[in-house]
């Protein structure tokens, strides 16, 4: 299986995490510019604000990068034609399946990385005309699903078959990780959180002072009692919701927490109210880098480590 910097055509086996709110136009080509595959996120976006950060996007970098479409969004049909329309070299999608429109984007020339957390689903995909597979475990940030990448990745390559590029994401940080994942049998990375405390990084200052503070077990999963997980870091607005939650509340009483959250922080750097998004990696975030080299040493890292198991 050939790693996934040779099948997209850029410098190294990683993709930026379509976050929302956050995954803009300009930090999609900073990532690529420094050699992974930078993605938009339309989680937050409309249609229009997605044609918006594409040409953004295009006028900063002339580097492949992608769009990520989040399938829950009202206008997703217009923004898939958008995809099509545009022909973004890449499309990743999370938050359903977007079997519907995987012929319309294939027909334009368009990869199809669908993310799942499960390996029922990444079947149904890869059959409806899906490239490969972004299998993200619940370390990850946002919402998540219930198996780690270590359990998922290879579950999911035993089911694909060893054909099927398949993408860890989730708990990935560093060279060590990377190599893990390259031993699980994926092809290569997507990274979110460890990319928040990038230089580049749209997000407000006082979010990233949040992830430089974090601890290893600084996050927590709220939701899981309304079947809608998302793992934050642990501030004032949790602990509310968490107390909340374990009372029985409804998901629409646990909403007033949530709703505007994400933007409260990654805004107006609202770090007690707001809902700080991050991975488990988060305690393993010390300074401020810029992605090119984050991306650089996560992959120099990564042949050492695969070099010292080899002696």
């Not at 060590?176 to 997507?190: I, P, W």
């Not at 700080?276 to 393993?284: D, E, I, W």
Request: hydrophobic share 45%; aromatic share 4%; proline share 4%.
């Amino acid at each position: 299986m050939k790693r996934l910097n040779e099948l997209l055509g850029i410098r190294y086996p990683l993709i930026q995490g379509g976050m929302a709110n956050i995954a803009v136009g300009s930090f999609a080509a900073a990532c690529s510019n420094a050699g992974g595959l930078g993605l938009i996120g339309t989680g937050g976006m409309d249609a229009a604000r997605l044609e918006e950060n594409i040409r953004i996007c295009r006028s900063m970098t002339d580097k492949p990068f992608g769009v990520n479409l989040m399938l829950m969004n009202p206008e997703t049909e217009q923004m898939a034609e958008i995809v099509a329309r545009e022909k973004i070299p890449v499309v990743t999608t999370g938050a359903g399946n977007p079997g519907r429109y995987i012929g319309m984007w294939k027909a334009a020339g368009i990869r199809v990385f669908p993310v799942s957390a499960s390996c029922a689903l990444a079947v149904r995909l890869i059959r409806d005309g899906a490239d490969g597979i972004i299998a993200e475990g619940t370390e990850s940030g946002g919402h998540v699903g219930e198996m780690t990448t270590m359990t998922l990745v290879p579950q999911m390559i035993d089911r694909l078959g060893p054909d099927v590029p398949v993408i860890a994401a989730g708990g990935i940080a560093d060279g060590r990780q990377l190599a893990a994942a390259y031993a699980l049998g994926a092809c290569g990375a997507q990274i979110g959180t460890a990319l928040l405390v990038s230089a580049e990084c749209p997000v407000h200052p006082n979010y990233k002072a949040a992830l430089l503070k974090a601890k290893d077990n600084s996050t927590v999963v709220t939701g899981r009692s309304v079947n809608a997980p998302v793992r934050i870091i642990r501030n004032r607005m949790s602990r509310q919701y968490i107390k909340s939650e374990r009372a029985g509340a409804s998901l629409e009483e646990l909403e007033h927490y949530t709703l505007g959250s994400l933007r409260r922080a990654v805004f107006d750097g609202d770090v007690e109210e707001g809902s700080l998004m991050a991975g488990q990696v988060c305690g393993q975030l010390h300074e401020i880098r810029p992605v090119e080299d984050i991306f650089r040493s996560m992959a120099e890292e990564a042949e050492a480590v695969i070099r010292g198991l080899k002696a």
